[in-house]
């Protein structure tokens, strides 16, 4: 794993929220631009999505969206983006994500969010990728993700490494520092599994 350059960001388009996860989304797109890194999302103006996007192009980022045709068509794509890549289907999407992505952080959000990490996760564990994963467990909210996929071990439906995949973190500031450790641990256990 290289230098992290570019963070894809997964999170909720909708805006029914609690302001904590908006402040949350703010956050995040304020320390990418901040940082100089890349954002690549799903290229919506609305929810959480949109927060972030305006934020980190707000703090002098780079914004990359991936949308596909048939959800840009209800006009929630974001105009003012360095990019904005529309897309034939969902699957499009996800890979292209995958392939400007240096990084992964899953932010709250819903089923969509949930797909997406649930993916990412799994290519991580089939070899697919080895770029890190972060899950921001914003004021608690993926304390459920957190119980399942430690009863998803605990029953045998996944190996002891499955907490190697990703790491979860409690705080949106915590997030760029998990990324900047993450490709040394990535590499260490590497080594290990030899």
């Not at 797109?29 to 890349?38: H, P, Q």
């Not at 190996?159 to 190697?164: D, L």
Request: glycine share 12%; aromatic share 6%.
């Amino acid at each position: 794993m290289s230098k992290v350059r570019s963070v894809c960001v997964y999170c909720g388009s909708s805006g029914q929220v609690s302001e904590e996860y908006k402040k949350a989304a703010h956050d995040l797109g304020t320390l990418i631009g901040n940082a100089g890194l890349r954002l690549v999302y799903g290229g919506g103006r609305v929810g959480l999505m949109g927060i972030t996007a305006d934020a980190a192009l707000a703090a002098g980022g780079e914004v990359v969206g991936i949308i596909p045709d048939h959800i840009q068509v209800r006009e929630v794509d974001h105009g003012g983006l360095t990019e904005l890549h529309v897309v034939d289907s969902m699957h499009t999407r996800k890979r292209m994500m995958v392939e400007k992505s240096d990084a992964f952080v899953v932010m709250p959000g819903g089923l969509g969010t949930l797909d997406e990490a649930f993916e990412i996760i799994t290519w991580r564990q089939l070899g697919l990728h080895d770029k890190p994963v972060v899950i921001a467990n914003i004021d608690g909210y993926w304390d459920p993700l957190r119980d399942l996929l430690t009863h998803i071990r605990a029953t045998g439906f996944g190996r002891g490494e499955i907490e190697s995949y990703f790491t979860f973190v409690d705080s949106v500031h915590a997030i760029l520092p998990a990324l900047r450790r993450a490709p040394d641990a990535l590499q260490k256990i590497a080594v290990e599994r030899l």
